[in-house]
T-cell receptor, first 109, second 113 residues
Framework: GENVEQHPSTLSVQEGDSAVIKCTYS??????FPWYKQELGKGPQLIID?????GEKKDQRIAVTLNKTAKHFSLHITETQPEDSAVYFC????????FGQGTELSVKP | NAGVMQNPRHLVRRRGQEARLRCSPM?????VYWYRQLPEEGLKFMVY????????ESGMPKERFSAEFPKEGPSILRIQQVVRGDSAAYFC???????????FGQGTRLTVV
């Protein structure tokens, strides 16, 4: 069945450093790849997404890249801030939206 | 423009009772996903619904669980004869079409005692 693998499961960085989270997917029919941020006790919040006809997308300090051939996609956060601390999920959609296992990002002041 | 609304936010049920979780999608959205999340775990797909249709229920347990999204009103996730293992956070997400962004509600936290 469809599967999304996400790494690392935890990531600790110093404020101002960059953070990179990587995902791979198995379903070749996937054509939409969103990223969500989830804070404790809250629902996932869409932060950025990329579609299969695009290789890279940037929104201020956040960027996503997609390699459809390798079935890889990544989230890059630059100039991290303590408020970036949260759990981040990647996801891939062909029909249903399948999530990775999540990455707990901790940004230390 | 209100976001995705889920209620109740917290629900306590005794073993053997029924739980009904409601999800009102964003205005104009006709597609809904339901997910289950255990503490410190990921989001497990349960079911994909379009108005009056079940598109994909491959993540739903075969017994006790059902979901619907009627023409009028919210989507409902129903769990009959709840057991302690059903305790989790249940999230729904709505979107306007197969190429559109999906937005999540704040979830319903079900506790079975």
């Amino acid at each position: 069945g469809e599967n999304v693998e996400q790494h690392p499961s935890t990531l600790s960085v110093q404020e101002g450093d960059s953070a990179v989270i990587k995902c791979t997917y198995s379903d070749s029919a996937s054509n939409y790849f969103p990223w969500y941020k989830q804070e404790l006790g809250k629902g996932p919040q869409l932060i950025i997404d990329i579609r299969s006809n695009v290789g890279e997308k940037k929104d201020q300090r956040i960027a996503v890249t997609l390699n459809k051939t390798a079935k890889h996609f990544s989230l890059h956060i630059t100039e991290t801030q303590p408020e970036d601390s949260a759990v981040y999920f990647c996801a891939a959609r062909g029909g249903k939206l399948i999530f990775g296992q999540g990455t707990e990002l901790s940004v230390k002041p | 423009n209100a976001g995705v609304m889920q209620n109740p936010r917290h629900l306590v049920r005794r073993r053997g009772q029924e739980a009904r979780l409601r999800c009102s999608p964003m205005k104009g959205h006709s597609h809904v996903y339901w997910y289950r999340q255990l503490p410190e775990e990921g989001l497990k797909f349960m079911v994909y619904l379009q108005k009056e249709n079940i598109i994909d229920e491959s993540g739903m347990p075969k017994e006790r669980f059902s979901a619907e999204f009627p023409k009028e009103g919210p989507s409902i996730l129903r769990i009959q004869q709840v057991v302690r293992g059903d305790s989790a956070a249940y999230f729904c997400a709505s979107f306007g079409g197969t190429a559109a962004e999906a937005f999540f509600g704040q979830g319903t936290r079900l506790t079975v005692v």
